[in-house]
């Protein structure tokens, strides 16, 4: 059996060893690596003579101002013109000022297009310009502003048999 004096001698070794070992392996880590950062520095970094241009650079073509740009032909499909669809319609309260337009959406027609709604029930008709091509919700193919829609037919009538076309 160990005396006090003893017990107390080992702990104090066993309390250094725990501390000063991690403390050598941590010291010893981080001297052999800035050592090798330094020597990766010291080797990377490379300085340019004062009187040398830079070069250029390699993936721009030389610039010769005597050519003009190329003129680039872009292939644009033509706007659908004399398409008939038929199918529903309702209507939407738009906020704002609408500067004179009379609103309505459709995905059938290009954005700006003006559009020939006819109620397929009474036969009365109204012009209105495309102000969206998002989807609609239900399966209606045109909403046309509500002060629009009241020319064609009664708001309680909603959604209405029309033709569209443009």
């Known amino acids: 059996m160990l005396t ?4 107390r001698r080992l702990v104090v070794a066993a309390a250094i060893t725990l501390i000063a070992v991690p403390a050598l392996l941590l010291a010893s880590n981080n001297s052999s690596s800035s050592a090798n950062t330094t020597s990766t520095l010291a080797t990377a970094v490379s300085v340019a003579p004062a009187d040398s241009e830079p070069a250029e650079p390699a993936f721009l073509p030389e610039n010769n101002g005597s050519q003009a740009p190329e003129i680039i032909t872009v292939n644009v499909p033509a706007p659908p013109s004399g398409s008939n669809v038929k199918g529903t319609a309702s209507f939407i309260r738009w906020q704002g000022d609408l ?3 009379r609103p309505c959406a459709t995905p059938h027609a290009l954005i700006g297009a ?3 709604v006819t ?3 009474n036969g009365r008709s109204l012009e209105c310009n495309n102000v969206s091509i998002q989807a609609l919700p ?3 193919i045109i909403l046309i502003h509500t002060d629009v829609f009241l020319e064609i037919a009664d708001l309680i009538d909603a959604p209405i048999p ?3 076309s443009f």
Request: aromatic share 0%.
């Open 119 to 121: 109620n397929l029930n």
């Open 162 to 164: 029309v033709q569209i």
């Open 114 to 116: 003006i559009i020939t």
């Open 99 to 101: 500067l004179g337009l």
């Open 4 to 7: 006090l004096t003893e017990r």
């Open 138 to 140: 239900g399966n209606n």
